[in-house]
């Protein structure tokens, strides 16, 4: 069973900053890719940032760009951060950690998890 724990939330003023952290545990062979997604009060789920184990270039959302910075923090590439500089009211909401996984080195199958959630919030 594969679990996602996240961490790191919290309330910030504006213009500071906090690191989230996801750690993917459990029996599989590795990761794809992880990811961080938010949901801010009703609004759908947005991508704010998706990083590949392989490499390349990272995707972030254009209201994050130059401000967060994702990045594996392990060598197996297990564990994901999201480093939040200069915060705003609208980076608000319930911040979700995503991962693909390949459950064994046979399958060539992708499976999609996602953590729990962490709060953010942002007081102006």
């Known amino acids: 069973q594969v679990r996602l724990l996240e961490s790191g939330g919290g309330l910030v003023q504006a213009g500071g900053s906090l690191r989230l952290s996801c750690v993917a545990s459990?029996?599989?062979?590795?990761?794809?890719?992880m990811g961080w997604y938010r949901q801010a009060p009703g609004k759908e789920r947005e991508l704010v940032a998706v990083?590949?184990?392989?490499?390349?270039?990272?995707?972030y959302a254009h209201s994050v760009k130059g401000r967060f910075t994702i990045s594996f923090t392990d060598n197996a590439k297990n564990t994901v951060d999201l480093q939040m500089n200069s915060l705003q009211f609208e980076d608000t909401g319930v911040y979700y950690c995503?991962?693909?996984?390949?459950?064994?080195?046979?399958?060539?199958?992708?499976?999609?998890?996602w953590g729990q959630g962490t709060q953010v919030t942002v007081s102006s």
């Open positions: 459990g029996s599989f062979f590795s990761v794809n890719r």
């Open positions: 990083i590949s184990a392989s490499g390349g270039s990272i995707p």
């Open positions: 995503n991962a693909q996984i390949y459950l064994s080195d046979d399958d060539e199958v992708l499976y999609d998890y």
